[in-house]
T-cell receptor, first 112, second 113 residues
Framework: DQQVKQNSPSLSVQEGRISILNCDYT??????FLWYKKYPAEGPTFLIS?????DKNEDGRFTVFLNKSAKHLSLHIVPSQPGDSAVYFC???????????FGPGTRLSVLP | EAQVTQNPRYLITVTGKKLTVTCSQN?????MSWYRQDPGLGLRQIYY???????DKGDVPEGYKVSRKEKRNFPLILESPSPNQTSLYFC????????????FGQGTRLTVV
């Protein structure tokens, strides 16, 4: 059973609008959450993270929200740009952040 | 430049022919791991290593071996590859401490015929 779920395999958004990618997890021991971005023929690259002591972390156009009681996090991209088109993976880990569990990914397409 | 390097990037092989995918990192990271990426399943961990000579199974270890003789290298060995090991493989490393992220290599696309 997947411990980290991304229920939307794909998402299309118009350029300039907001993209919202969702992630749910089942393991209450997860303490640290990350988003990775992956372009074709490249390895995943780290985008943004949040620890369980926070409910929001912001980095430029990217904001991650964490709702621990619902075991849910989301990534907001505002405004979306065509270069944001990629597969986004949600990941979770315990306190020492070394053994990561990944979700299946969501393919984001930002349309010009 | 900090990086994780995998080789080869692409490999086509036949069933049963032993192969090794190399992974090297230049960040002095203690922790290294191997993942495979399959459609709809995301990244699943094969093996990981907490430090030199310390390795352990991940979620899908069957058919794979690893070794960690040096801190920088973490090769993935398929002793007798089978078609169900056709996949995209990623090596990753991360440092000691809390709330650290993993750095990934560029991937190895393996096809077993």
């Amino acid at each position: 059973d997947q411990q980290v779920k991304q229920n939307s395999p794909s998402l299309s958004v118009q350029e300039g609008r907001i993209s919202i990618l969702n992630c749910d997890y089942t393991n209450s021991m997860f303490d640290y959450f990350l988003w990775y971005k992956k372009y074709p023929a490249e390895g995943p690259t780290f985008l943004i993270s949040i620890s369980s002591i926070k409910d929001k972390n912001e980095d430029g156009r990217f904001t991650v929200f964490l709702n621990k009681s619902a075991k849910h996090l989301s990534l907001h991209i505002v405004p979306s740009q065509p270069g944001d088109s990629a597969v986004y993976f949600c990941a979770a880990s315990g306190y020492y952040g070394q053994n990561f569990v990944f979700g299946p990914g969501t393919r984001l397409s930002v349309l010009p | 430049e900090a990086q994780v390097t995998q080789n080869p990037r692409y490999l086509i092989t036949v069933t049963g022919k032993k192969l090794t995918v190399t992974c090297s990192q230049n960040m002095n990271h203690e922790y290294m791991s191997w993942y495979r990426q399959d459609p709809g399943l995301g990244l699943r961990q094969i093996y990981y290593s907490m430090n030199v000579e310390v390795t352990d199974k991940g979620d899908v270890p069957e058919g794979y071996k690893v070794s960690r003789k040096e801190k920088r290298n973490f090769p993935l060995i398929l002793e007798s590859p089978s078609p169900n090991q056709t996949s995209l493989y990623f090596c990753a490393s991360s440092g000691r401490g809390v709330n650290t992220e993993a750095f990934f290599g560029q991937g190895t696309r393996l096809t077993v015929v």
